[in-house]
């Protein structure tokens, strides 16, 4: 049964810095592209980062590109997500996505197979 668990959510100034982790079990997570998603209320669901599975491409959101980093640590089976320099607009559910199908845009949520169950970041100004 596959698992993706996130953590490191929580409350922050604007400014501030968080980073989120998301552990896999379940599933060789270093064989899968994975990827952070974001969802704030009324809003869909919008892809943030995604990475490839030996880490050497990533790829952004233009919201927060320069912000945040993702990294993977494929023999923790662990993706990451350091969030910097935070601002209000970034207070969303955060999830991640593992197994990008054949294809498929990586900022779109129906190109991915797995997901967590997600973790709450909120930021105040």
């Known amino acids: 049964q596959v698992q993706l668990v996130e953590s490191g959510g929580g409350s922050v100034q604007a400014g501030g810095s968080l980073r989120l982790s998301c552990a896999v079990s379940?599933?060789?997570?270093?064989?899968?592209?994975m990827a952070w998603f974001r969802q704030a209320p009324g809003n869909e669901r919008e892809g943030v980062a995604w990475?490839?599975?030996?880490?050497?491409?990533?790829e952004y959101s233009p919201s927060v590109k320069g912000r945040f980093t993702i990294s993977r640590d494929n023999a923790k089976n662990t993706m990451y997500l350091q969030m910097n320099s935070l601002k209000p607009e970034d207070t969303a559910m955060y999830y991640c996505?593992?197994?990008?199908?054949?294809?498929?845009?990586?900022?779109?949520?129906?190109?991915?197979?797995?997901w967590g169950q997600g973790t709450q970041v909120t930021v105040s100004s």
């Open positions: 990475i490839n599975t030996a880490g050497g491409t990533t």
């Open positions: 379940g599933l060789s997570a270093g064989k899968k592209y």
């Open positions: 996505a593992a197994e990008r199908r054949f294809g498929a845009s990586w900022y779109s949520p129906a190109g991915w197979n797995y």
